[in-house]
């Protein structure tokens, strides 16, 4: 009570300060960013406004428009599928850390094939998006697909035609494991495809994968399971064949090298680990280190901070993955040295 | 007495009057001045519209130069940009719907007006009203899931082994069997605005005096040479202005584009492959454009939206005004 009184006079000072009105209630967290955490955003701040009052008023305009608006300074945090480095967070004054984990998984359209059967190499998968490998009985996948009878079909393609964390996620790795694909296409939110179709969202993706024959294309683990997609296998850095699922994006997250990190500045695909699934992902929140109005930031920190300690269950349901415990104390670490409040 | 206020009534009218005029004349000008900022109010928002979009475009020219026009690179990860492919792909799609959309539109508008029975022309003539108030993304939806499998399961394998074999105008017709590209863009967009362009016919058919008409029948003209002859003569400008109105949204159409038209970087010939439209990678690429010169190029494809659009329909414009002054020498 006392601290939400004091919040409010805070409030009414700046308000007179800078000479605008409509500051009414202090603890109204604004955040803008990445469309790939807004369900559980969601779900998170309803449940948190039903335990404190505080309400997360959460737009999601996509990673791009979230790191613009964090820049202008027009919310409280932005966020990120795709993490600045050390420099621009330094120039911009912000503060960087992970928010909940996903994962992307390859998806193919053949007839006859259950979900989880096929089997793919990051180099093999490199080859298909770089037109290399057209057929799918071509001898490279055959190899590794004994059990699996493959058509004599052509690939399709898919990629997303918007930019999309999703999409960085999945070009950052076919860059780790594919020497020919960083130099030809490199990596980014969008870029330049050499073959395939474009799907506007998780959602285009899935419904051209769902109707194209002889098709591939990469989701989120969510549309890949509630389109009952058949995703695939691929083969980490350990040379393991793992399985997507929460256990191997978790296993990624705990083995990800984020103690050496500087801002938490790591991309953890290709993960090292046996049981690592090597195209995890990672959403990040930006904040401002120095913050106009710290209660604000404050009050930001504090929902993320009830996130990690009992938003886990709701993030499972909706098929994200939350962070390893090692990680969220050296994030609450990382705010002790980093946030001025 | 009677002369008296006659003498005093005529020049308190003639005050009136002169009260009046002046009144009238104020009024005049005031509906003159409303009415023209009306009227600039549209030029005022298209140039606003166009230069604020040159502005923010101005990075993306000044760096490509003129080459931003021709060249096929949309690679944002080096940030090399190039519009020639999504003008390619507008052009392109809003043609094929032109083609199917004028000619059928007038068979519906023709039908309705002259041929139908009386008790089928009020309900009919709704439900095309009805259909052009369908958001595009039904449309566009519509186009993903029901459409593209019947394309690609039997009109484009149908189209490749058919008309795919002929010399030159094959190679329009040769592609994977997607069921999404160029021709299925067209073909929905043709079915966006076929209820446009069908209504305004309609109703411009429906000002034909019926004199001319049966005049026409009387003289011994069958049903289409009444439509030749009086019909469509009688209301070319008003048709034409009903076409330019489904073209200019065809070229602009964004949703259902984006949708079914596979939103691929590449130029290439096969109308079964698929391409990209200016709307439409506007529409995708938007949201997480993350460097100044990537949405900068962006607000420059709007900029080209506005002067392709400007270009064809003065094009068409022209070409009518050619065809109309044969008419006249004739």
Known sequence: ?341 | MAADTAAIAIPSSVVDAKRRNARDARADGLFRWIVAAAGMFVLLTLTGAALSMLWGGREAFSTFGFSFLWSTEWDAVNHKFGALVPIYGTLVTALISMLIAVPVSFGIALFLTEVAPNWMRQPVGAAIELLAGIPSIIYGMWGLFVFVPIMGEYINPWLNDHVGTWPVIGALFRGPPLGIGMLTAGIVLAIMVIPFISSVMREVFLTVPTRLKESAYALGSTTWEVVWDIVLPYTRSAVIGGVFLGLGRSLGETMAVTFVLGNAHRLSASLLEPGNSIAATIANEFTEADSDIYRSSLIALGFLLFIVTFIVLTFAKLMLNRLSKQEGAK
């Open chain 1, 1 to 341: 009570m006392f601290t939400s009184i004091k919040t409010r006079l805070i409030g009414v000072g700046l308000a007179a300060l800078i000479g605008t009105a409509g500051m009414a209630q202090a603890a109204d967290i604004t955040g803008a960013g990445a469309t790939f955490i807004y369900p559980i955003l969601s779900k998170w701040s309803d449940t948190y406004n039903n335990k404190t009052g505080n309400k997360i008023n959460y737009q999601s305009i996509g990673s791009g428009g979230g790191i613009a608006q964090i820049k202008a300074g027009t919310v409280d945090f932005g966020s990120s599928d795709k993490p600045l480095d050390p420099k621009e967070l330094d120039e911009a004054h912000l503060a960087q850390f992970p928010s909940v984990i996903g994962g992307v998984v390859p998806v193919a359209n053949i007839e006859g094939l259950t979900p989880g059967k096929l089997r793919f190499t990051g180099p093999l998968l490199a080859d298909i998006y770089l037109g290399k490998i057209t057929k799918w009985n071509d001898k490279a996948i055959a190899q590794i697909n004994p059990d699996v009878k493959l058509p004599d079909a052509n690939i399709t393609v898919v990629h997303r035609s918007d930019g999309s964390g999703t999409t960085f996620n999945w070009v950052n790795y076919l860059s780790k494991v594919s020497p020919e694909w960083k130099e030809k296409v490199g990596e980014g939110t969008s870029v330049q495809w050499p073959v395939g179709v474009g799907g506007k969202g998780n959602e285009g993706v899935a419904a051209y994968v769902n109707q194209i024959k002889g098709s591939i294309g990469y989701v989120e683990l969510a549309y890949a399971l509630q389109n009952k997609m058949a995703f695939a296998s691929v083969q980490n850095s350990a040379g393991k064949f793992v399985q997507p699922s929460m256990e191997s994006f978790q296993a990624a997250a705990a083995s990800a090298d984020w103690k050496n990190s500087k801002d938490f500045f790591l991309v953890i695909t290709n993960a090292p680990g046996e049981n690592s699934w090597p195209i995890a992902a990672t959403n990040f929140i930006l904040i401002y280190k120095q913050p106009k109005d710290a209660a604000r930031t404050k009050a930001a920190l504090d929902f993320f901070k009830w996130a990690y300690a009992e938003g886990g269950k709701q993030a499972e349901e909706l098929d994200y993955v939350p962070l390893p415990k090692e990680l969220t104390s050296q994030i609450e670490a990382y705010w002790k040295s980093e946030i001025k409040m």
